[in-house]
Each structure stands twice: as structure tokens, then as C-alpha cells.
């Protein structure tokens, strides 16, 4: 059974840390483009970094970028995302994801994504 399980969420302070990982089992994600979206309440979930199969190429949300990092272990089968300075509203349900597409298209929508996450909470307080 193929399976994508997202670790790392909780509570943290506004201008904290964190790091989620991904671990994938029952297929190999170093076939794949890896991401990770999320979605706030009463919002679409969107693209939030996202990283080829190979990890040379990564592509970030333009709100994150300079404090999120993705970053993945095709050894150990598992996609990390490292959060710093952490807002309020970085506030959402966190998604990993994987799919035979392009950096690009990987973070641009949620459509044709092979594998999906069931999801972590990230809340960031004031």
C-alpha cells in the first residue's frame, strides 16, 4: 500500500520554527516532483515549495521564500520543509505531494498530483 505521511506540525510562537517531513513508502519518490501546499481555513489550498525528483531545482511561494527551504532524501525516501520566522499567517493544514510535472507546474496547481498527504497543522501564534 502506497503511502505519504506528513510529521512535524504543532503550535509555535510567532517567529519560531519548524520542520515537517515526508516519508513516502510503498513507492520510490525519487520518481517523482515533491511539494508542499497548504490550505487555511475558508481558502484554496496553494503551492507553498516545491522540488524536482532530482532536488537540483526548487521553486517557493513568493510570501515564504527566504524563510522556507524544501529540501529531500531520495535515500530515505522523504521530502523535508524547514519553516523560519514563522507569521500568523502561515496559520493552515500542511500537504505534501508528489507527481510526474515540472517544478513549475508542481506548485501551480493541485490538479493531476499523484500522491497526497493527509496532512499536518501548523498554527503560528501572535
Known amino acids: 500500500q502506497s503511502q505519504f505521511v506528513e510529521s512535524g506540525g504543532g503550535l509555535v510562537q510567532s517567529g519560531g520554527s519548524l520542520r515537517l517531513s515526508c516519508a513516502a513508502s510503498g513507492f520510490s519518490l525519487n520518481r517523482y516532483a515533491t511539494g508542499w501546499f497548504r490550505q487555511a481555513p475558508g481558502k484554496e489550498r496553494e503551492g507553498v515549495a516545491c522540488?524536482?525528483?532530482?532536488?537540483?531545482?526548487?521553486h517557493y511561494k513568493d510570501s515564504v521564500k527566504g524563510r522556507f527551504t524544501i529540501s529531500r532524501d531520495n535515500a530515505k525516501n522523504t521530502v523535508y520543509l524547514q519553516m523560519n520566522s514563522l507569521k500568523p499567517e502561515d496559520t493552515a493544514v500542511y500537504y505534501c505531494?508528489?507527481?510526474?510535472?515540472?517544478?513549475?507546474?508542481?506548485?501551480?496547481?493541485?490538479?493531476?498530483?499523484?500522491?497526497w498527504g493527509q496532512g499536518t497543522q501548523v498554527t503560528v501564534s501572535s
Open positions: 522540488i524536482s525528483s532530482s532536488g537540483d531545482s526548487t
Open positions: 505531494a508528489a507527481a510526474g510535472q515540472s517544478v513549475q507546474n508542481m506548485c501551480a496547481t493541485t490538479l493531476l498530483k499523484t500522491y
